[in-house]
């Protein structure tokens, strides 16, 4: 639990420093259709510990991408996160492995959400949002916000 600890602290420091984030756009792709997102990019530790922190809203074609350097299995926890979000953890070629909801959480013990898989990227969006498009394990995350994948 110390590292969860660790990073709300990041995320903390990283909002009082008035961190900003890249943005780009994303697509997932499944049954043969094309869902297009405007999405903020969490591409360094900093920018992945604040997340949707404080956040009190998300537009509906709207999410926020974590690229790691490295494959992880790593869980996420939704402490001072105040949006019901879905999380679908995708590998390096954009295959979606896991979907997952998450609820707020605004006080600990926050759970942690893992999504039995190693994933290199997770995508956060509103809660519901592959439901209400059909999309599941196995549809596919491409688009320019993937070009800013750390190396």
Same mark, same amino acid.
């Given at each position: 639990?110390? $590292? $969860? ?5 990041? *995320? ?8 900003? $984030? ?45 690229? $790691? ?17 879905s999380i679908a953890f995708f590998n390096r070629e954009g295959v979606v492995l896991r979907i997952l909801d ?25 809660? *519901? ?23």
């Amino acid at each position: 639990m110390r $590292f $969860f600890a660790l990073l709300g602290l990041l *995320g903390l420091l990283a909002l009082a420093q008035g961190l900003t $984030f890249p943005k780009s756009t994303l697509y997932v792709e499944g049954n043969g259709k094309r869902h297009l997102l405007k999405v903020e990019v969490a591409d360094t530790p900093a920018r992945q510990a604040q997340g949707l922190m404080f956040r009190e809203r998300l537009g509906e074609d709207e999410g926020m991408v974590f690229l $790691f350097p490295a494959p992880t299995a790593g869980g996420f926890w939704m402490k001072n996160t105040l949006i019901p979000l879905s999380i679908a953890f995708f590998n390096r070629e954009g295959v979606v492995l896991r979907i997952l909801d998450m609820a707020p959480c605004k006080a600990d013990p926050c759970p942690v959400y893992y999504p039995g898989v190693v994933y290199q990227g997770a995508l956060e969006v509103n809660q *519901g949002w592959f439901r209400r498009r059909g999309l599941a394990e196995g549809a596919r995350v491409g688009g320019e916000a993937l070009k800013l994948w750390p190396k």
